[in-house]
């Protein structure tokens, strides 16, 4: 059966914990990393409805995107809401993941998701946080393990644009001389060796090195495997917060908004600048993206589609001929549900968790509500 730490594990693979913020507050929010885990419940918020509602459903882990706990706490009352909820979710056994921001920055993440939604292609990231820096790892193999080697990295190795699995293998000749001590895969202590082996290379995010070293460690038949590890200059993948990107064919403000607000299901939304003017390139940010209107408008953006947008923000954006659509930060956020129930699913059953089954929160409303004049 999988444990909270197994999930943990494999939502550090969909949303690295790296990628994130350093104000933010992601992983492991409460819970005990060894409990068995046969059901899990996906939410925006860990509210005291949300909490209940994965109570009832018998859910021993609900994933949120935004942290439970989010400042450093210096005591936990059950006399606070936060306290409470808190004090439910560790009475009931339920553990309590979040994937923020760095659920927000990661490739195929809730930027990602919206920019799909709304229709567009080409996507870069708005506001570049990070870069990722790459090494390359060089090992040799006895040709007859070469692919079990090769096996055990790939899970680790790079992806070249929409190409994974990548590698390079050449074959060569190895030399050693077992000492006293020595427990050899092959040869014999004081002869020396010479033996067919083939120099395995693969690119590797220098974040990830551990995981691939460990990965080497464990395949490699030798007792001592001997590998090179080499800082690159090459430039990684940029991540970062929002995404650009394109419309298929251009569409006037007012149609785009409406188009938003039917994709999005809102009730109604908010929109700065000109009805008829001409959109094609569309910046966007999930929950509160005011913050890169100068990031949008720096692109050339047409129009920031987000949410939470201020009476100044808009003013700003106006006065620089950028049009902004509010969609609302739930509505632009609530999208992560079903998308990460599908993703974790399959990762778990790909993982060989076939036992646990995970759930979209059903419970979840926008905390505004709209209403029409009388
Ligand atoms: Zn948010």
């Keep these: 059966m999988a444990k909270v730490s197994d999930i943990l594990g494999i939502i550090n693979k969909i949303a690295p914990p790296g990628l994130a913020e350093t104000w933010d507050n992601v992983g492991l929010q409460l819970g005990d990393p060894s409990a068995d885990v046969s059901r899990v419940m996906v939410a925006l918020d860990a509210t005291p409805a949300v909490i209940q509602s994965a109570i009832d459903s018998s859910c021993q882990l609900l994933v949120t995107h935004h942290p439970l706990i989010f400042k450093a706490q210096k005591s936990i009352s059950a006399a606070t809401p936060q306290g409470r909820q808190i ?52 090992v040799f193999v006895p040709q007859e393990q070469l692919d079990n080697v090769r096996t055990a990295l790939f899970p680790h190795a790079v992806c070249l644009g929409a190409y994974r699995d990548c590698s390079f293998s050449a074959p060569g000749e190895g030399t050693f001389t077992p000492l006293e001590g020595a427990r050899p895969f092959i040869g014999t202590v004081g002869e020396r060796e010479i033996l067919a082996e083939q120099r395995l290379e693969l690119l590797i995010e220098r974040t990830n090195l551990p995981r691939a070293i460990k990965a080497l460690l464990a395949s490699h038949p030798y007792e001592e495997p001997a590998y090179d590890l080499y800082p690159l200059l090459n430039e990684g993948t940029k991540r970062g917060l929002g995404r650009m990107g394109h419309l298929p064919q251009s569409l006037t403000l007012a149609d785009f908004a409406a188009q938003v607000a039917t994709v999005l299901d809102t009730p109604g939304l908010r929109f700065v600048g000109d009805p008829g003017a001409v959109i094609r390139t569309v910046a966007l940010c999930s929950g509160s993206g005011a913050s890169l209107i100068r990031a949008a408008v720096r692109l050339g953006a047409d129009v920031l589609v987000t949410g939470d947008v201020k009476y100044h923000d808009a003013r700003d954006a106006e006065d620089s001929g950028l049009a902004l659509i509010d969609a609302g930060h739930f509505s632009t956020e609530i999208i992560m549900v079903t998308t990460v129930q599908r993703q974790l699913q399959q990762k778990l059953s790909e993982a060989g968790f076939t036992d646990c089954t995970v759930t979209a929160c059903t419970v979840e409303t926008d905390p505004f509500r709209i209403t029409a004049r009388q």
């Design 87 to 138: 004090h439910t979710a560790i009475r009931n056994g339920l553990s309590v993941i979040s994937m923020h921001t760095n659920y927000d920055i990661a490739t195929g993440g809730l930027n990602d998701v919206l920019a799909e939604l709304l229709g567009l292609d080409r996507c870069v990231p708005l506001q570049i946080t990070s870069e990722q820096e790459l090494a390359k790892l060089v």
